[in-house]
């Protein structure tokens, strides 16, 4: 593995399990520092355990929290290089607009949008003392295609985390920050298996509109994330990364 990272200094929210948990493999294995963030204590520590990092348990939907966190991050190791704003949910109540209620709305849009920011507002700070870093925030391809299946406060808080990243991008690209949109299609992770295990047709749905025919791995969306946290993608900045095998390029795909 090439060391593109090394001595590098990451955070990484939601760490604990999925596309977080794999970067923070990629991370460590290119030389980085990892911080890894989780509200799950159990699969937070050990995901740190395991790349020889630093846990930190934190909601990212809490203001002092997430200040603390970036600054635990700065004590602990003297910089913040890489901040890999990834936390996200997608609960089963946030559906259709005409079913799902302001809780689930606005639960979503915490944990979604709002952490988001909150991590970007912490984290610039240290960045501009260094003249330098990477922040990487994960939308996701619904942030630029519609979907009939709607998850409709899943879909406008990644619209939001896209147009933000963007905004950011451009405002602190003289300061020698760069802030990407990550958005991937769908991914491999644990919620999704279950979710497609007991409901095969539901996959073959969603699958036909996949040029590539097949979901990602975590590992592919972590080597992508690798990417933009490294100097190979210096000159890219308040872009939208999809990695989406192929989908938002689609009409008709191969069958
Ligand atoms: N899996 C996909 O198909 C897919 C596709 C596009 C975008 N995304 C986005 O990628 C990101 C990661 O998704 P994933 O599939 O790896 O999810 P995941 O559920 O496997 O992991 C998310 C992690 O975030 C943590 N988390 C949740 N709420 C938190 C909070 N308030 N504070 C701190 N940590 C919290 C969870 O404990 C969990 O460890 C999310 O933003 C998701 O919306 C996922």
């Known amino acids: ?39 799950d204590a159990e699969t937070g520590a050990k995901a740190a355990n395991e790349v020889g990092g630093l846990f930190v348990q ?59 920011y909150l991590c970007c507002k912490y984290a610039i700070p240290h960045m501009q003392r260094q003249g330098k870093g990477s922040i990487i925030n994960t939308a996701s391809f619904v942030a630029v295609m519609g979907a009939a299946t709607s998850q409709i406060s899943y879909s406008a808080s990644k619209g939001g ?30 919620l999704l298996q279950e979710l497609f295990a007991k409901d095969p047709e539901r996959a073959a749905r969603r699958l036909v ?9 975590p590992e592919e969306i972590a080597a992508a994330v690798a990417f933009l946290a490294s100097d190979d993608s210096s000159f890219m900045t308040a872009n939208t990364f999809l990695v989406d095998g192929g989908i938002s390029g689609a009409y008709v795909t191969p069958q």
């Not at 970067?23 to 520092?33: H, L, P």
């Not at 985390?161 to 992770?189: D, H, K, W, Y």
């Open 1 to 39: 593995m090439t060391q593109r990272l090394d001595g590098r200094v990451a955070v990484i929210t939601g760490a604990g399990s999925g596309i977080g948990l794999a970067t923070a493999r990629r991370f460590a294995a290119e030389g980085a520092k990892v911080v890894c963030v989780d509200l």
């Open 58 to 116: 934190a909601d990212v939907t809490d203001e002092a929290a997430v200040r603390d966190l970036f600054q635990r991050a700065v004590d602990e190791y003297g910089r913040l290089d890489i901040a890999f704003n990834n936390a996200g949910i997608s609960p089963p109540d946030d559906d259709s607009i005409l079913t799902t209620g302001l809780d689930a709305w606005k639960r979503v849009q915490e944990v979604n949008l709002t952490s988001v």
């Open 209 to 217: 509109h996949i040029p590539l025919g097949r979901f990602a791995e």
């Open 161 to 190: 985390v896209l147009a933000m990243s963007r905004e950011l991008g451009v405002q602190f690209a003289r300061e020698g920050i760069r802030v990407n949109a990550l958005c991937p299609g769908p991914v491999n992770t644990p």
